[in-house]
Every structure is written in C-alpha cells, then in structure tokens.
C-alpha cells in the first residue's frame, strides 16, 4: 500500500491553523527554532526488518493481522512509515530472518521506497534448520573451533548479503555467555570470542564499520561475554578502527548512567551507533520514550555536545537504529511513535543552551545547571518536529493519517489476519 502524496497534503492542510498557532508560540520562545528544524529534516532513523511483526515473550505470541510476509512486505511497511513521517529512510536487516534471495531486486524495491541499507545484523544466538553445530552452549566464545568457525562464516556471509544491498556496517550481538558459575573459563572465552570477531573483521570491506553490542543478561544469567560497554570496548580497541561499541538503551543493568558511557565512547572515538528502546526492567524492548524520556533527552543532550565537540556530522558519522518489539501495538503505529520520541529528544538537546550550561558547570552552579536542562526538556517541541517533517513532505501527524488512511485494516485484507512475520 501507498500514500499517495495528496492524502499527506490533505491531512496537512486540514491541521495547518493549529500546527502553525503551536509554531509561532514555540518559535518565540526558542532562539535557534529554524536550526532545530532544518537539523530534524536531515535526521534518519533506521527501522529494524524484525520489528515489523508483533514479538513475543516466552509466554506467547499474539500475532497480529497484516503482518508482512516476505522481506518485500517488510520494505513496503518501512516505505510508509517513511512516506509519513519522512525521518525513516533506512532498513536493518537481520540475516537468516530477512534473507535477500535476489539483491538487485531488494536494492531496487528500497530505492522505490526512499531507504537505504543500515547496519546487517547476524544471528548466532539460534540454531537454524540443518545447521551442522549448535549454539546452545555460544557460538564465537565456544570451546569448540568448529562451533566457532561456522559463527565465523555466518558473519562473513551476512557481510557479502550486505556488500549487494549498499550496506556499510556489521553488528554482532552475541548471547554467548554461560547460565552458571563454573561453566564457562572467562578468559578463554574472552580469547576465543575475540578470535572469531578478528576473523569475522578481516572480511570487513575498507569502509565498513563493526558494532560490536554488548548486553548484561538474557539468554545467558550468570555471565555474558560482551557483558557491558567495558568488554565491549576492549574487543573494539583490540580490533581496530573499523570497530566500534554498540549501545542498546535496553541492555544495561538497573540504573545504569546510560549518558554517562555515551559521553566516553564519544570522547574516545568507539562509539558507533545505537539500538533505541525503552525499558523499566530488562530488554523490554518497548517503544522508545514511553517509560523513560527524560533520561533519553540526557542521552541526546550528551550525543550532541560529544559530537559537536568533535565536529561530527550527527546525521551520518554514528548508525542510528530502533530495535524493539511490539507485543500489543500495531507495529507501524509503534515505530512511528518511536522515531516520534527520539525527534523530540534530539530536538530539545539541540536546544540547550550550552554557553550557559559550560558556564554553570565553571562555576559550581548546581541549580543552574539543572535548570537550563530542564528547560530545554519541559518545552514542548513537537510543532517543531511537525514542522520539519512538513517540509520535508511527510505528514504533521503520523498516527492520525495512518489511522484516517485506514492502513491496518488494508493490509489485514490484502495479507489476510494471520500472517506472522520473521523475527523475533
Ligand atoms: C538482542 C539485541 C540485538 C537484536 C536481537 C534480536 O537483544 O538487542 O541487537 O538483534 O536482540
Ligand atoms: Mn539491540
Ligand atoms: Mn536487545
């Protein structure tokens, strides 16, 4: 399905008065509104091809109707989360759930749809049907080389996949890890983990990045083997500087300063991309925003000010990605909510006013600090994202059009109600 371009003027037409009251107030009352806005038209989240379906927990699956069935009804659902919203012009691909049998045709289809190839993720936490070795007890920390050496091999596969499709970054995730003490030698699993990772690197195409995501806990309890930003760090350091650490906001423990690691991998030049979600016990995986957005703004606010720093291009220079899953959403209507969230977020970090923030930090002033935080956090900046969005040809509000457009209700028809999508 499509949305044609007059049903988006439409829709913008019939919210203008509003939208434009909501952006003279806002406009007036932050300095740099037009910088903001033209920052936001350049800024593109990618959509994970896994995503698209409704998840599960280990209690079941509910899946829900119109779920895209093959990896070009995945491109078609990310074409119109684009058409909406226009800040979602690129697709990650996790191999085997999304293979692409025929690659020029894939590439094509995309192009069709406005989006690009991001990140290509590999999996080795599951067995696949007629895999020779099993992943039960981890793949690249294994014990055994040919268990190893067959993670190895997927890795290198899922980097070719990504070589056809215009891809330039490969992130491993791995579950490896052990379940209970005594089980694993954390050294030699270490040693062998980064011996497969160094394979795996050696096959990564001159411009290519390596994310290398790391996680606390689940599928393994006791220990895991990229456990946190530390062993992930070591891994990128050790491999070179194509390789970079991975932050999944859903993979830390409790409480975790989540700003706090962002501002040193920036610092230190090993920050790569981001897995967005949001969280209020574990890999929840909910939409992004929806638990915890003040925290997501502390994040952003630390993002730009480290890029800046540095002089980075906050568009291109680190891989932006949503990773979640929806358990009761509408899938389209969730990722749309999330790119929403983190538009606000990157928005009001580029509102802060950082002369006065340096300025309060110099001097001690506590108070101050917080206040011209929060003050960049309590304005209410959506007539800005809409505004971008506008000009950039998407719709002043996504949700509503999707639900005017009747959009789930055709797809339920033209893919029937049953349909479950890969992933997980
Ligand atoms: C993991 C991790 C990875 C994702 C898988 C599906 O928890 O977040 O990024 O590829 O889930
Ligand atoms: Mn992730
Ligand atoms: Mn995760």
């Known amino acids: 399905m499509q949305i044609e371009k007059y049903k988006i003027e439409e829709h913008n037409q019939s919210g203008i008065k509003d939208h434009q009251r909501r952006l003279d107030f806002i406009s007036s009352e932050i300095e740099s509104s037009e910088r903001v806005i033209k920052m936001l038209v350049d800024f593109q989240v990618a959509i994970p091809s896994w995503a698209l379906g409704t998840g599960g927990t280990r209690f079941g ?29 690129a697709i990650s691909l996790h191999i085997p759930w999304d293979i692409p049998e025929n690659a020029s045709h894939i590439k094509a289809l995309a192009s ?51 070589i056809e499709l215009g891809s330039e970054s490969l992130t491993v995730w791995l579950s490896d890890g052990s379940c209970f003490p005594g089980q694993l030698n954390f050294r030699n699993a270490f040693q062998h983990t980064l011996e497969s990772l160094q394979e795996v690197y050696a096959a990564l195409p001159e ?26 760090l070591l891994y990128a350091n050790k491999l070179g500087h194509k390789a970079y650490t991975l932050v999944d906001l859903g993979h ?14 920036l610092m230190e ?25 003040y925290q997501l703004f502390l994040i952003f606010n630390e993002l730009v000010e480290g890029m800046d720093a540095k002089g980075m291009n906050h568009t291109t220079d680190l891989g932006w990605m949503i990773d979640a899953s929806h358990n009761i959403k509408d899938p389209l209507e969730d990722l749309l909510q999330s ?48 505004e971008a969005r506008m000009r950039a040809g998407g719709a002043l509000n996504p949700v509503e059009l999707f639900r005017n457009q009747n959009v789930r209700e055709y797809l339920v028809k033209d893919r029937g109600a049953k349909t479950v999508s890969t992933g997980l």
């Open 61 to 89: 699956r509910f899946s829900g109707g119109g779920e895209p069935r093959s990896l070009e009804e995945k491109i078609e659902d990310i074409g119109l989360i684009h058409a909406l919203n226009q800040s979602s012009g």
């Open 339 to 386: 790119v929403e969230a983190i538009l606000i977020s990157y928005a009001q970090a580029l509102s802060v006013d950082r002369k006065k923030l340096a300025e309060a930090q110099n001097n001690n002033d506590v108070v101050m600090a917080q206040e011209i935080l929060q003050n960049a956090f309590r304005h209410d900046l959506r007539p800005l994202v809409a």
């Open 252 to 265: 830390h423990l409790p409480n975790a300063n989540i700003e706090q690691i962002v501002a040193l991998l």
């Open 207 to 232: 411009q290519w990045k390596m994310f290398v995501e790391y996680k606390a806990f689940e599928p393994n309890f006791y220990s895991m083997t990229v456990g946190d930003w530390g062993q992930s």
């Open 112 to 162: 069709q749809n406005g989006l690009k190839f991001d990140a290509m993720n590999s999996n080795t936490f599951q067995d696949q049907p007629g895999q020779e070795w099993s992943y039960k007890f981890g793949s690249m920390q294994h014990v055994n080389k040919s268990v190893r050496k067959q993670a190895v091999d997927h890795n290198i596969e899922v980097i070719k996949y990504g």
């Open 269 to 293: 030049g090993k920050l790569g991309g981001f897995h967005f979600n949001d969280s209020k016990y574990g890999d929840d995986d909910l939409t992004v925003g929806s638990i915890r957005p």
